[in-house]
């Protein structure tokens, strides 16, 4: 069992002796057995789970000398473990309310084509590398491209969450829970819906997804500043804003608003990233092909409806690696960290992980 324990769920992220998953155990001195109960049929980690436990198994009696036999838990079991992962609270309920100690930033950009995206998947991935708790939800319904950004599927052929009745499991992607409409859709399928069925699809995502204890939450907001902005404002009530533009005035002009939303529903606006900052050519010299001073107007007119300052966290230069990891799934802070854009997201993740927590006047659950 202490070898077992540390064979770990890539789903619920614990270990599987924590989770009930564990049956029959023996050991005769030469094999040592196990049966590994999974929590549904078809369970997508089900070879990586045999795997581990069959190496635990032989960390004991030695290569070669492991069995195990995988088999799926009872209906009552699995009622058992959803009652340990929701740790008591009803079901669908919102673990982000305003007692969450969950740090949530809303990534918004005013127009679509500034590289929110790829800048939001980014930087989840360096939030978990720096060893965070981090979940990442799409709510750019109308044109989601999360799961494909982290290597989970193309539209229509996404890695799906999986199910444990009423509960959902997201995938885990380089250490990002994910969770995005894409891995509901047959086909790369449009998505036709209006304020109250795009209100009911990301409160879904909240309170229908086991995110279990994160550090970080981010939410890929659609561009512009319509009914899933305001709906996830009202929702996640402890979060702030993220506003990435380019260095175009005119973008710059339209980001302005994409924060200005944030402030009407209650949310601070914790920074800009002004994304394209330039182009590095051959020699070094810096090519401004969107031109310059983006994100410092935004920030300024920010800071000015706010009422406290509001810093640019970092400046985001054109690369071609950027651009490829995105359309191949593979994030380039992860794959290739050294390269420039990847450095400047990094640190940006950093500014973030560092800025205060803020818990003044906030309601907090204290168990005495």
């Known amino acids: 069992m202490q070898a077992l324990a540390r064979v770990i769920d890539p789903e619920l992220r614990l270990p599987i002796t924590e989770l009930g998953m564990v049956g029959d155990t023996s050991w005769d001195g030469e094999v040592a057995s196990a049966t590994v109960k999974l929590t549904v049929i078809g369970c997508p980690a089900a070879a990586r789970i045999e795997a581990d436990a069959l190496v635990a198994l032989e960390s004991v009696a030695g290569k070669g000398n492991a069995r195990v036999e995988m088999t799926v838990m009872t209906a009552e079991e699995r009622a058992v473990l959803k009652e340990k992962l929701r740790a008591g609270k009803p079901a669908r309920t919102n673990p982000f309310d305003s007692t969450t100690l969950t740090r949530i930033y809303l990534v918004g950009s005013g127009k679509g084509g500034v590289g929110k995206s790829s800048v939001t ?34 539209a229509g052929n996404t890695v799906k969450p999986t199910r444990i009745d009423d509960l959902m499991l997201p995938p885990v992607a380089y250490g990002v829970k994910v969770i995005s409409i894409g891995m509901f859709l047959e086909g790369n399928q449009p998505v036709a819906w209006r304020g109250p069925m795009l209100h009911r699809a990301v409160a879904q995502f909240l309170t229908d997804v086991h995110w279990g204890d994160l550090d970080y939450l981010l939410v890929d907001l659609p561009p512009g500043t319509g009914d899933i902005a305001i709906s996830l404002g009202q929702l996640l009530p402890t979060a702030q804003t993220v506003v990435v533009t380019t260095p175009q005035l005119a973008a710059a002009e339209v980001a302005e608003r994409s924060g200005s939303v944030g402030l009407q529903t209650g949310q601070k606006v ?7 900052a330039w182009f590095e050519q051959a020699d070094g010299t810096k090519l401004e092909l969107f031109g310059s001073g983006g994100a410092d107007l935004v920030a300024k007119r920010l800071s000015e409806l706010q009422g406290t300052p509001v810093a640019v966290l970092g400046q985001i230069p054109i690369s ?21 854009a990847a450095v400047a997201i990094a640190a940006i993740a950093q500014k973030l992980a560092n800025a205060p927590m803020g818990l003044a006047g906030r309601r907090l659950k204290l168990n005495l």
């Open 270 to 276: 914790a920074g800009v990233i002004e994304n394209m």
């Open 121 to 154: 998947a980014n930087l989840a991935v360096a939030l978990a590398e720096a060893g965070n708790r981090v979940g990442l939800i799409d709510a750019d319904i109308f044109g989601f491209s999360i799961p494909g950004q982290l290597g989970l599927g193309a």
């Open 320 to 340: 071609v690696a950027l651009r490829e990891g995105s359309d191949a799934g593979a994030p380039v802070v992860a794959e290739k960290p050294t390269d420039a």
